[in-house]
């Protein structure tokens, strides 16, 4: 059966693993430093990791409804932040993960979403597919 951790799943397992471990980073470093400078991106960047975490072990585990959720949570958070920092950039002293549709890190928070839900959807639909296909066998329901 096919499942997300395998062929191309692999490697978006460890884009997803790299920005896990990097925004947690960058945002503990910020957070425990230098808070009082910019609170608001710091936490954003804090709430960009956790996501990132989440996101990463729902797809090792193949988890595939919650790494929808979580791929779609990026997603939103990646577009609200990176307008919000445009529209009002007072108050984004310093930058998150995802401003500017995370200019500062290649525009890579703005894509691996969107390539996120089209990997979930992609092996969802062959699983279901695989299931539900001309060698899926019948089983009867439990009483």
Known sequence: MPDARRGPG???VAVYGVFAIS?????????VS??????VAYLLSALAALVYVV??????????RLALVACGIELVGVLVVGTWSLAAPEAFPDATVWSVYGQGYGFVPLVLPVVGLWWIRRVSTRQRSVR?????RWRPRPP
């Open 34 to 39: 230098r808070f009082g400078d910019a609170p």
């Open 55 to 64: 996101a990463t072990v729902a797809l090792a585990r193949d988890a595939l």
């Open 132 to 136: 539900s296909g001309p060698g899926a």
């Open 23 to 31: 925004a947690t980073a960058r945002s503990a470093v910020q957070i």
């Open 10 to 12: 692999r490697l978006l």
